[in-house]
């Protein structure tokens, strides 16, 4: 069986869950079960209700909606939709996309969503200048697939896509200040094993483990920790005598600064493209942001010139910001059915 951490007492929590479905199919359908049950109640019943007389649903972002700086959304919560490819625990990508399908643009129109790339590993770069970190961004290594290749002791060309997916988890546990018991819990493995992993990518990347051992010896110091433009993360349990409580404000001690710096470049993105799209693309407008996503409505006669305005005002340069950026580019008619575009082609939709 699986047991909590701190009572040892038998538990059915997603984290015990989704260990044990690696040694049986039940625990696996249990989770798939309630991941139904969510979807279900969520987007099935009620959600009609939601829907405006225009056909329109209109979340309420919070700009003090969380304590990093990212913005939350609330009646209803537009950052849950799950997506495709990332939401595995939600069942097949058929049912995944039908929720997806709700969110359709207006006739005679696309969906352009834009999603900074790797974001926050570039972001940990910016700060720590680890010279590995830098070339792999410089020279688009996939960091996801070379990591994975070190887990698992390949080849990266033999990794396969689930374990890429699970490297993936990995690279942002580093960037979050994830322990060994996290990583153990992520790949199912020992505790001794886990902590061999984080030892090889803070060898692989020294400046990541001297930005830890930084941020939390200023946030011990200080109380807080701010970003590089000056956001600040109070933490008042980082002297706690409670491990478990001291260890959470070191965690967010580390990440902080960065998921608060992803969410200010993003706020300077949309309110470039607001202002980009009244001189250029006055058809266009912002409807949707996920966390390092902007998804704009975009009439098909404006596509090109809107595709043009999004790269530009998202990859322009922005303060103290040195390593490069790189937006990823999908289009569609809905949520459902975006595909993917490079920077000289049209979305194969239109």
């Known amino acids: 069986d699986?047991?909590?951490?701190?009572?040892?007492?038998?538990?059915?929590?997603?984290?015990?869950?989704?260990?044990?479905?690696?040694?049986?199919?039940?625990?696996?359908?249990?989770l798939q079960k309630r991941a139904y049950e969510r979807l279900?109640?969520?987007?099935?019943?009620?959600?009609?209700?939601?829907?405006?007389?225009?056909?329109?649903?209109?979340?309420?972002?919070?700009?003090?909606?969380?304590e990093t700086g990212r913005l939350s959304s609330r009646n209803p919560n537009l950052q849950n939709i799950p997506r495709l490819g990332h939401d595995a625990e939600m069942g097949p990508a058929s049912?995944?996309?039908?929720?997806?399908?709700?969110?359709?643009?207006?006739?005679?129109?696309?969906?352009?969503?834009?999603?900074y790339a790797q974001i926050e590993f570039r972001l940990l770069a910016n700060y720590t200048q680890d010279p590995k970190m830098l070339s792999d961004i410089i020279h688009h290594v996939d960091i996801h697939k070379e990591n994975a290749a070190l887990v698992f002791g390949k080849a990266p060309s033999a990794v396969t896509e689930q374990?890429?997916?699970?490297?993936?988890?990995?690279?942002?546990?580093?960037?979050?200040?994830?322990?060994?018991?996290?990583?153990?819990?992520?790949?199912?493995?020992?505790?001794?094993?886990?902590?061999?992993?984080?030892?090889?990518?803070?060898?692989?990347?020294?400046?990541?483990?001297?930005?830890?051992?930084?941020?939390?010896?200023?946030?011990?110091?200080?109380?807080?920790?701010?970003?590089?433009?000056?956001r600040r993360r109070r933490l008042p349990g980082i002297l706690s005598t409670d491990p478990k409580l001291r260890g959470h404000y070191e965690r967010s001690a580390v990440n902080s600064p960065?998921?608060?710096?992803?969410?200010?470049?993003?706020?300077?993105?949309?309110?470039?493209?607001?202002?980009?799209?009244?001189?250029?693309?006055?058809?266009?407008?912002?409807?949707?942001?996920?966390?390092?996503?902007?998804?704009?409505?975009?009439?098909?006669?404006?596509?090109?010139?809107?595709?043009?305005?999004?790269k530009r005002e998202m990859l322009r340069p922005m303060l103290g910001i040195t390593v490069p950026l790189e937006v990823e580019l999908k289009a569609g008619t809905s949520l459902g059915n975006m595909e993917p575009f490079g920077s000289g082609e049209s979305p194969g939709i239109l």
Request: hydrophobic share 40%; proline share 4%; with cysteine.
């Open 258 to 310: 960065i998921q608060g710096l992803a969410a200010d470049l993003l706020y300077i993105a949309m309110i470039r493209l607001r202002e980009a799209f009244k001189r250029e693309c006055p058809g266009a407008h912002l409807v949707l942001t996920v966390h390092d996503s902007i998804t704009t409505e975009v009439p098909h006669s404006q596509v090109p010139s809107a595709i043009r305005v999004i």
């Open 40 to 66: 279900s109640s969520y987007y099935g019943e009620g959600f009609e209700a939601r829907i405006g007389p225009n056909g329109r649903v209109r979340t309420h972002y919070l700009i003090h909606g969380t």
């Open 95 to 115: 049912v995944v996309s039908r929720v997806r399908d709700i969110f359709v643009a207006e006739p005679g129109a696309l969906l352009i969503d834009a999603d």
């Open 2 to 30: 699986a047991r909590t951490r701190n009572t040892r007492q038998p538990s059915t929590a997603e984290v015990s869950l989704t260990v044990l479905s690696r040694l049986h199919e039940l625990p696996r359908l249990v």
């Open 163 to 230: 374990e890429r997916q699970m490297a993936k988890g990995l690279t942002y546990a580093l960037i979050y200040g994830a322990g060994a018991f996290r990583i153990a819990s992520l790949f199912g493995i020992s505790l001794e094993a886990a902590q061999g992993i984080i030892d090889r990518l803070y060898h692989k990347y020294p400046g990541a483990r001297r930005y830890h051992e930084r941020m939390i010896h200023s946030a011990r110091a200080q109380g807080y920790v701010t970003n590089l433009y000056g």
